[in-house]
């Protein structure tokens, strides 16, 4: 092996040192500010949207540093990659090596990330799927369901998307109760409960409004429905969901207002 190959080996060996150097730094930079954004009293949508950023910058980071690497080590070996660059263009070599969903996926990333649509902690809803966000990278969206699965979506595939937990919520709590049933004594049963969550100081504060206990919001066949619906703290929906539930349907049975089911009627006829 002549002098020129070693040379070669050793240059590539130090770009490769170098490499895995700067990812050491990223590393450690990113994750002694994520660190210090936890401390520093930061909380709410300020501190999701930043940690989300500290991550897509941990992923461009990494792309961009083997990207780097990858081109000095090509330069080192001695292939002359400049005129693929300069004839086909960056975008034009990409999609000639069959990359077009990564790149829809980096766009997908952008675009997710640029506008906000959401962010680590969020939940959201994708087609079919609900879950909360765990981990957002160039290439895919990482939730979280209730059944504990981590289902991985490509940005570049996400088009719709809900979010649940996005700067207010609205809690639409449903009873159906008989048609014989009193209307003001279930309004002032509904009152009642509403009066008696709101003493929870827990869950009065995840209340950005006082709740609102409706009268007739609709029929079926075998019940009227009435309603109590509140205004929330975004991710808080679901425990006041919970308590007013609770709560109105204790008063309710308080007041001997039966709550409706479907009934079946057969009649026998000889």
């Not at 700067?167 to 309004?187: P, S």
Request: proline share 2%.
């Amino acid at each position: 092996m002549n002098s020129s190959v070693w040379v070669s080996v050793w240059r590539v060996g130090i770009v490769l040192l170098v490499g895995l150097g700067s990812a050491f730094i990223l590393q450690l930079s990113l994750g002694g500010i994520e660190k210090r954004l936890k401390e520093s009293g930061v909380s709410g949508e300020h501190l999701k949207r930043l940690t989300t950023l500290v991550h897509a910058g941990r992923s461009i980071g990494r792309v961009l540093i083997t990207l780097i690497i990858l081109l000095m080590i090509l330069h080192e070996l001695g292939l002359n990659i400049t005129p693929v660059l300069a004839s086909a263009g960056v975008v034009g070599l990409a999609f000639s090596l069959g990359a077009q969903t990564v790149i829809k996926d980096f766009l997908g990333s952008i675009i997710i990330l640029s506008e906000n649509q959401f962010t680590i902690g969020d939940v959201i809803t994708v087609g079919q799927l609900t879950g909360t966000v765990e981990r957002i990278t160039l290439r895919a969206t990482y939730l979280r369901d209730s059944e504990g699965n981590l289902n991985l979506i490509p940005n570049g595939d996400i088009r719709t998307i809900s979010n649940l937990t996005t700067q207010w919520a609205q809690v639409v709590v449903t009873f159906n109760v008989d048609y014989e049933a009193d209307m003001e004594r279930i309004l002032q049963a509904l009152e009642e409960a509403i009066h008696l969550v709101q003493s929870d100081e827990e869950i009065a504060l995840a209340m950005l409004e006082s709740p609102h206990a409706l009268g007739w919001t609709g029929f079926t066949d075998w019940a009227v429905q009435t309603q109590i619906i509140a205004k929330t703290q975004p991710g808080k929906q679901w425990p006041v969901a919970r308590a007013l539930r609770k709560a109105a349907l204790e008063q309710l049975l308080k007041e001997g207002i039966r709550v409706a089911v479907p009934r079946q009627r057969i009649e026998n006829v000889s």
